[in-house]
């Protein structure tokens, strides 16, 4: 659905030159909910502009369907842009038009007759829960409520595409929760294949089957959401993904109060992460009745990602060091991963051995 | 109060048609003008805000150029630029003293500050919002049309009588070439004449033009902001 082949953006002034994109190729499948995270700075709006060409690529090529964006001309590019709509962090909405007003912008030249597009005007605010919300102006709405606007505004065309340029940063949680089930509905509804742009992992998490990591200009990992997920191969990934399971904090909460930890002399502190059936056995008590090793849990998370649950515990094991091994061996055989921490840095964890 | 008035007033009463025409002459030479300069003025900022840097229509040569000379006529004092396009003014009108020939200087002496006007109004329009339309396919014809004249509306207006305001400060300059209206009354007769009540009169006939202005711009700035 959308290709991006090694697309490379610079931007020149007088004392020096910024790479913001630098050799990025990325392909998009039709139905894909698409996450692209990364810090800001690192390139992902400007990533996210050249796929609508509102920045033009310094080198690489776009295609969008079936067209290579790149080799349009300015008229038949601004036809191109109607197919691929685009919501903002900001909203982005015309303070002198009303909710109705906002949809209706694009279709004035639509060949719709008035009628009509009043009509299309209130199935799309009837798409996103706005329908009684016609004739108010921007400024009587929530934040959530303009994000809704954005969307119906997007989709006023019918485009297969829609991008979001950081479209619930600047909602509350409960507000982000529901645009992003709003967005899955339409991805599931109508078949629309949508790119996330965001910095929160949460948001990929949440709604995403497929993410790519930015860092830099570059796209430095990508996948499935899954595997990157349960096997991140670069450190920031990591970073990202702890963020999001809030593995990051409890960590940081266990360093900052030992007495949390009380180890002694043959405990040890070991992070498990299980991904999908190893979770319905009951592992954790079987390590006690095989091995007797006792598994103090101090932090515990399952995630659904794309309905496979994910869990990650942060625990103390205690009891005799070589039944501890064999344990830890029991566990890696049942496909847990077990990545042993030290108490002292948490922060670095000990690179997890890849299970097979 | 009546013969109160007729003793202290008795210059104005004695001239009060021409009273009435100066305030016609000064009506006409604002609105004919506000007409003219408004076409061009707007046009004139509509080219700075789309030729800037990262504007819709980036071009930095035209941008610079039009800056240039719109910061030069600004700088040149109305008084003088009355004397110095006198040529221009016969030219086009075929002289270069009376109401009508006065518009020719107050329209170029207009157009500089009300086209700067016009560009920072429309730069008041969120840059996101211009981003948007151009996602959604629209031309740099109709962003203009459609997004920075429709959202810049409410500042459009304010600038506007903030100008009509400066306007009518300019046409009274404009009666030291003949031009007439309630300038020329207040200095040629009141000030030179020493009938102060005639530039009494002339003075709060200015205000109160003024006045009306000012509240036809501030009720439009509120009935178009939303």
Redesign the interface.
């Known amino acids: 659905m959308i290709d991006l082949e090694k697309v490379s953006v610079t931007f020149t002034n007088k004392e020096e030159t910024v790479t913001a994109v630098n050799d990025v190729s990325l392909t998009v499948e039709k139905g894909d909910i698409y996450g692209i995270v990364g810090y800001s700075g690192a390139g992902k709006s400007t990533l996210v502009r050249t796929i609508n060409l509102l920045q033009r690529p310094s080198a690489g090529k776009v295609s969008v369907g079936e067209q290579v964006l790149s080799d349009l001309g300015p008229k038949e590019l601004r036809k191109a842009r109607k197919k691929i709509g685009m919501i903002f962090q900001h909203f982005n909405l015309m303070r002198a038009r009303t909710v109705a007003g906002n949809v209706a912008y694009s279709l004035k030249d639509s060949g719709l007759s008035k009628k009509e597009i009043s009509l299309k005007v209130e199935e799309l605010l009837e798409l996103v829960g706005l329908a009684d919300k016609k004739n108010s102006y921007p400024s009587q709405l929530s934040g959530g409520q303009k994000q809704r606007v954005g969307i119906a505004r997007a989709l006023a065309n019918d485009p297969e595409v829609l991008l979001c340029d950081e479209a619930t940063s600047a909602l509350d949680p409960k507000t982000t929760a529901s645009i992003l089930k709003l967005l899955k509905r339409l991805n599931q509804k109508l078949g629309l294949t949508i790119v996330i742009i965001t910095h929160e992992m949460q948001v990929v998490k949440e709604i995403c089957n497929k993410v790519a990591v930015m860092d830099d200009g570059r796209v430095i990992e990508k996948g499935n959401l899954v595997s990157v997920f349960t096997e991140p191969k670069a450190e920031l990934t990591y970073e990202f993904i702890d963020t999001a399971t809030h593995k990051d904090q409890a960590l940081e909460k266990l360093e900052s109060h030992p007495a949390l930890l009380d180890l002694q002399a043959d405990d040890q502190l070991a992070a498990i992460t299980y991904v999908g059936d190893s979770t319905k056995a009951p592992l954790i008590a079987s390590l006690y009745a095989k091995f007797g090793v006792t598994t103090n849990i101090l932090y515990g998370n399952v995630e659904i990602l794309q309905q496979t649950p994910v869990g990650n515990l942060i625990v103390v094991f205690s009891g005799e060091s070589r039944q501890q091994d064999k344990a830890i061996a029991y566990l890696k055989s049942k496909q847990v991963k077990v990545s042993q921490l030290k108490a002292s840095r948490p922060a670095s964890i000990v690179q997890q051995e890849k299970i097979s | 109060m009546i013969r109160w008035f007729e003793s202290y007033f008795e210059n104005s009463l004695a001239i009060r048609l021409e009273i009435l025409d100066s305030i016609w002459e000064t009506l006409y030479m604002v609105g004919t003008t506000a007409l003219i300069a408004g076409v061009l003025g707007i046009a004139l900022g509509i080219v700075l805000v789309v030729t800037e840097d990262g504007g819709i229509l980036e071009n930095q040569k035209v941008y610079s150029q039009l800056e240039r000379a719109v910061n030069a006529f600004r700088s040149v004092p109305f008084i003088i630029m009355l004397a110095l396009i006198a040529p221009f003014t016969r030219l086009l009108v075929g002289t270069s003293i009376g109401t009508t020939a006065a518009i020719v200087p107050l329209v170029v002496g207009t157009v500089p500050f009300y086209s700067r006007q016009v560009q920072n109004a429309l730069l008041e329009v969120?840059r996101?919002?211009i981003?948007?339309?151009?996602?959604?396919?629209?031309?740099p014809f109709e962003i203009i049309i459609?997004?920075y004249l429709?959202?810049g509306?409410?500042s459009l207006i304010r600038v506007s009588s903030v100008t009509i305001i400066n306007l009518i400060g300019l046409t009274a300059m404009a009666g030291a070439i003949g031009a007439g209206g309630l300038g020329n009354l207040a200095i040629a007769r009141g000030y030179n004449r020493y009938q102060t009540d005639v530039t009494l009169v002339a003075t709060v006939a200015i205000l109160i033009i003024v006045f009306i202005s000012q509240v036809i711009g501030n009720y439009l700035v509120k009935k178009?902001s939303?």
């Open positions: 969120d996101g919002v981003e948007a339309a151009e996602s959604m396919g629209s031309s459609r997004v429709k959202e509306l409410p178009t939303h």
